[in-house]
């Protein structure tokens, strides 16, 4: 059975903290992959990473990064959280063929006050 | 990029009822749909995809139409059920998935 897991469930953050979520997967999925919820927004991608140390922007990459040292772990990072960055932050994984499933995180609800 | 439009955002419906939520894609190369369910609390799960090689899949009670020459995509579910009240999420992939807004689902008992 995939595990995605993700660091915290619940975060609470200051203005201008930088802040770290953390996203492990234990399935050997070469693939992962950022994404924040919001209501009527939908999924939207953040950053995606193909392999150990590659990253690609994905649609809404401003005022984030990521990191991705091992293949078991791929790290989000806000430099200066802001207020408008208060989200639910989902991970997720997959196998490097093109078209196939994408195993979730359980989330992160980030609060920026 | 890809965008990937879905509706209706909210959609309510007598249990035993059919329900369809529809979407389009704007990129021609994406070539898998898949859809996820994603329960109140919970994380996203895929319930049923559907590949660009192929026009109608089913599974029990879910079923899913690809039209690429359209571009569009839809979801149904016949004889709904309370517990299929959740938010349904489409998405395009041409390698990345890219979700549609999501379509929050309820069915009265």
């Known amino acids: 059975d995939v595990k995605v897991t993700q660091s915290s469930r619940y975060l609470v953050k200051r203005t201008g903290e930088k802040v770290f979520l953390e996203c492990v997967q234990d399935?050997?999925?070469?693939?992962m992959f950022w994404y924040r919820q919001d209501p009527g927004l939908g999924l939207r991608l953040i950053y995606f990473?193909?392999?150990?140390?590659?990253?690609e922007k994905g649609d809404i990459p401003e005022g984030y990064s990521v990191s991705r040292e091992k293949k078991e772990r791929f790290s989000l990072i806000l430099e200066s959280a802001s207020t408008n960055q208060t989200s639910m932050y989902l991970c997720?994984?997959?196998?490097?063929?093109?078209?196939?499933?994408?195993?979730f995180g359980q989330g992160t609800r980030l609060t920026v006050v | 990029g890809e965008n990937v439009e879905q509706h209706p955002s909210t959609l309510s419906v007598q249990e035993g009822d059919s329900a369809v939520i529809k979407c389009t894609y704007s990129?021609?190369?994406?070539?898998?749909f898949p859809w996820y369910k994603q329960e109140l609390g919970k994380r996203p799960q895929l319930i049923i995809d559907?590949?660009?090689?192929?026009g109608e899949k089913k599974d029990q009670r879910i079923a899913v139409t690809l039209n690429k020459t359209a571009k569009h995509f839809s979801l149904h579910i016949t004889e709904t059920q309370p517990e299929d009240s959740a938010v349904y999420f489409c998405?395009?992939?041409?390698?990345?998935?890219?979700f549609g807004q999501g379509t929050e689902l309820s069915v009265k008992p």
């Open positions: 997720a994984s997959s196998l490097a063929e093109k078209n196939t499933e994408a195993f």
């Open positions: 399935m050997d999925h070469e693939n």
């Open positions: 990473s193909y392999d150990v140390k590659m990253k």
């Open positions: 990129d021609s190369a994406s070539n898998y």
């Open positions: 559907i590949r660009s090689n192929v």
């Open positions: 998405a395009a992939s041409v390698g990345k998935l890219i």
